[in-house]
């Protein structure tokens, strides 16, 4: 039940004086107070979102990455109600002006959606319809300097999702030893030159403290000069990333309890831009759908209590080629789809 959500009581959304959103079709920017402001998030595999979520009238889903609101409105758009979670606030203070007018099918509330139990227990939900994750960095926080996830724009060397974190990149870059940092950069970035970069920046970081993105980006241009059009730091960006906001343990988490929280036949969805996060999503989609275990030690297969889903994607679905003209950074994006089994 979800009898305490604030449907329409304009404690989640309040409504901006500029008047209506504006779909995801129309151009760059939202309506707010009359002035323009930047366009936050183009979705991907949106099409692809719906139809396994296949949302209508009285279905509730759970948006645990809501970021720019893209999925979040679709899903309204075909009558459904949302709850919308992110650890971003500029994300959340963006959404809520932009899905304002679904006040009363929509709700923000501000979490890790590795959270989103404690999250959705206090606000009275106990079963969902469906749940997406969109999981890495939005266009907005790549495309913003200030925020330190570009390697292309000077800023400080942040990287954080939620800015009340501690941890920031430039703490990994100056604070990490040697071997961890080479780890990081191998593990979360797959960069075959993960230790060659991991010993510069120690060189450097002694020399002068890195607190710059662009500090950071040129001295691993210098230690690993491009050869082709992917820029040299790309990887080690992702990486640090991925450590700066532990994305591979919320995940982990988030896998663990989301089918859980399905209704039988309720659908799990996970878009992933990163090989490890699809490792995961896929090892977790493959251990909860197997209805027996064996170890070599037992007589024989045992039930396993962890079997809840019945796996629909056999392998990721990826972007077509026209959506990735128009969205680049939908190229690499793989989702996994799930259903949870009747009890």
């Given amino acids: ?127 969902l319809d469906g749940i997406l994750v969109d999981i890495g960095v939005s266009s907005r926080q790549l495309d913003s300097a200030e925020r330190g996830f570009s390697f292309q724009k000077d800023g400080p060397l942040d990287m954080r999702m939620d800015r009340g974190a501690s941890l920031t990149a430039a703490h990994v870059v100056n604070g990490y030893e040697l071997e ?33 993105t662009l500090q950071l980006a040129e001295l691993i241009e210098r230690a690993c000069p491009g050869r082709g059009r992917k820029h040299p730091a790309t990887l080690t960006f992702q990486a640090l990333r991925i450590e700066v906001n532990q994305e591979i343990a919320a995940l982990r988490e988030f896998l663990q309890e989301a089918p859980r929280w399905l209704k039988p036949g309720g659908r799990l969805v996970v878009i992933s831009f990163h090989s490890t996060e699809d490792r995961e999503t896929k090892q977790a989609f493959q251990r909860m759908s197997a209805p027996f275990l064996d170890k070599k030690e037992w007589a024989s297969p045992r039930p396993n209590p962890d079997c809840l889903l019945r796996v629909l994607t056999r392998k990721p679905v990826e972007a077509a080629e026209a959506e990735v003209t128009l969205n680049p950074r939908a190229r690499s994006a793989r989702l996994r789809a799930a259903e949870r089994l009747p009890a």
Avoid at 56 to 73: I, N, P, W, Y
Avoid at 74 to 81: D, I, S, T
Wanted: proline content about 7%.
């Fill in 180 to 212: 961890n940092l080479a780890r990081v950069i191998r593990e979360f970035g797959g960069e075959p030159h993960a230790m060659r970069i991991a010993r510069a920046i120690v060189r450097e970081r002694a020399r002068q403290p890195f607190t710059s």
């Fill in 1 to 127: 039940m979800d009898e305490q959500m604030p449907w329409g009581r304009g404690k989640c959304v309040s409504r901006p004086q500029g008047g209506d959103h504006e779909p995801e079709s129309q151009p760059p920017h939202d309506s707010e107070g009359g002035r323009q402001t930047p366009f936050y998030h183009l979705p991907v595999l949106t099409q692809q979102v719906l139809d396994f979520l296949q949302p209508r009238s009285g279905k509730l889903f759970l948006d645990g990455t809501v970021g720019g609101g893209g999925h979040a409105e679709a899903l309204l758009q075909h009558g459904a109600r949302v709850v919308g979670m992110d650890q971003d606030e500029e994300a959340l203070d963006h959404v809520k002006r932009r899905l304002a007018c679904y006040e009363d099918r929509f709700c923000a509330l501000r979490g890790n959606f590795r959270d989103f139990p404690k999250v959705l227990g206090e606000a009275g939900v106990s079963g």
